[in-house]
């Protein structure tokens, strides 16, 4: 299986880094992708590229919670990062309403040079929309003519948004909330196929059930893909062949 959305470098992970990607390893996670969020993470998350190479993978972006006044400056330190070494993909970006519009102008405009240099290094894109997919869906639309791929991170939309996502070429991202009992995910993955559908934890937060509430890991996905293939009616092993398909086909 393959975990499309970790955050490894995390403070609340980085105590007991190595024995959480061990534990993954062992359940069967072989490959981790790593979105950045700014210039303060980046350190971090290439040093753990660096001691596992073939299993954590860093990407490369300015996540919406910290566009701020310096958003400019943190731009540039994207754009550099990009020129200068290999990235899986362009992310954590994208656009969230729910903490703070006081800089949502910014966001897009972010959102925006940031999807342009997806295009240009031919890299994915790990959108983040809380509180703002369709305002996300709006963007990649625009920007779609058929060489644009975009994970919906954590996809918080309705079953008919996931629909337009699919439409246009995309994927969602599956994570813990498909566990929990008044998550609308699983209404969300009846309306597309699985083959728009990848597997995430979002590690370390939102942890499925029966670990909701306490910290998340990479370890924890095999419980994701369980709870899918109990909502497409699959063979487990179904849903871990599939996604790791289209997660690779992602990340080519």
Same mark, same amino acid.
């Given at each position: 299986? %393959? ?20 534990r ?18 980046? +350190? $971090? ?19 919406p ?7 400019? *400056? !943190?731009?540039?330190?994207v754009?550099?990062?990009l ?5 899986? &993909?362009?992310?954590? /970006? &994208?656009?969230?309403?729910y903490?703070? =519009?006081?800089?949502?102008?910014? =966001?897009? %405009? @972010? ?15 790990? %959108? ?5 997919? =369709?305002?996300?869906?709006?963007i990649i ?7 644009? /791929? ?12 996931? =629909?337009?996502? @699919? @439409?246009?070429?995309?994927?969602? &991202?599956? &994570?813990?909330v ?8 699983? !209404?969300?993955?009846? @309306?597309?196929?699985? !083959?728009? #559908? ?11 059930v029966?670990?909701? $509430? ?11 893909? *369980? ?5 497409? *009616?699959?063979?487990?092993? *179904?849903?871990?062949? #599939?996604?790791? +398909?289209?997660? +690779?086909? %992602?990340?080519?």
């Amino acid at each position: 299986m %393959i975990d499309t959305h970790t955050h490894l470098y995390d403070d609340a992970t980085v105590v007991a880094q190595d024995e959480h990607i061990q534990r993954a390893l062992a359940a069967g996670v072989h490959k981790m992708y790593m979105p950045n969020c700014d210039s303060s993470t980046i +350190e $971090g998350m290439l040093q753990i590229a660096e001691r596992y190479p073939q299993h954590c993978f860093p990407m490369m972006g300015l996540h919406p919670c910290y566009v701020k006044e310096n958003y400019r *400056e !943190e731009l540039a330190v994207v754009e550099k990062y990009l020129a200068a070494r290999s990235f899986s &993909g362009v992310g954590e /970006v &994208g656009l969230d309403f729910y903490w703070d =519009q006081t800089f949502v102008k910014e =966001q897009k %405009i @972010a959102f925006e040079q940031q999807i342009d240099w997806a295009l240009a290094y031919r890299l994915p894109v790990i %959108i983040h929309s809380r509180s703002s997919t =369709q305002e996300c869906l709006d963007i990649i639309k625009r920007r779609q003519k058929g060489d644009l /791929v975009a994970i919906f991170h954590c996809f918080s939309g309705t079953p008919e948004q996931a =629909q337009r996502v @699919a @439409a246009m070429g995309c994927y969602v &991202g599956i &994570g813990g909330v498909v566990t929990f009992k008044t998550s609308n995910l699983p !209404e969300v993955l009846r @309306a597309i196929s699985l !083959e728009h #559908v990848v597997l995430e934890t979002d590690a370390p937060y939102l942890a499925p059930v029966p670990y909701r $509430g306490k910290k998340n890991e990479s370890t924890y996905l095999p419980l994701i893909a *369980e709870k899918i293939a109990s909502v497409y *009616e699959l063979p487990l092993a *179904e849903v871990e062949r #599939v996604t790791t +398909e289209n997660a +690779e086909k %992602i990340f080519r």
